[in-house]
């Protein structure tokens, strides 16, 4: 006797760790290069940012799900803006966007260099996750002083270990499997 089997494809989801929206779940499509920041990766980060993001401006600039800027506002940032350049992301950001009711959230679909030479606003905290083995790192953080608060940070995921140079002095460091995440900050001149 035949069995009747359903096609049922996963849903892609995240969830958000805390605020506002603790334990929603994002969804998002199968996109190449896409691999959400694990959840205790997301816990390290926002105990070295201090749990509360009251008042901050966010930019999450290879926004990918999202999480981290929906991360950020659920935990009272003022405004995030999350910047994704593949369109069915973008869509599926939009849409989440629109569940959890989140006004202070802008979303660009852009890219990160067309973005940040269109942009001129300075944020508290920029979330760095782009695509691996692409030299994305290399091409935006030079370009992140004159987007960023004078006591402002960025956190970077990368497949690499990032270090400090002339420019930016990691302050905390960390590894989950093959993720490096680091916190960064400008070197006073």
């Not at 992301?89 to 959890?100: F, G, S």
């Amino acid at each position: 006797m035949p069995r009747n089997i359903t096609n049922s494809k996963k849903q892609n989801t995240v969830r958000i760790n805390a605020g506002e929206w603790r334990s929603r779940l994002l969804k998002f499509p199968d996109a190449e290069g896409l691999r959400p920041t694990p959840e205790r990766v997301r816990q390290t980060v926002f105990n070295w940012l201090g749990q509360d993001l009251t008042g901050l401006h966010c930019l999450d600039l290879f926004a990918g799900t999202g999480v981290m800027g929906f991360e950020a506002l659920s935990r009272n940032a003022r405004t995030a803006i999350l910047v994704e350049k593949t369109p069915s992301v973008y869509k599926a950001i939009l849409e989440n966007k629109a569940t959890l009711k989140a006004d202070a959230a802008q979303v660009f679909n852009i890219d990160a260099l067309s973005f940040l030479a269109q942009n001129r606003q300075q944020f508290d905290v920029i979330f760095l996750d782009p695509p691996y083995n692409q030299g994305w790192l290399a091409k935006v953080l030079p370009l992140l002083p004159m987007h960023l608060k004078p006591e402002g940070l960025v956190y970077a995921e990368a497949e690499f270990l990032i270090e400090d140079d002339a420019a930016w002095q990691v302050i905390k460091q960390s590894k989950a499997g093959n993720v490096f995440y680091h916190l960064l900050k400008l070197r006073q001149s």
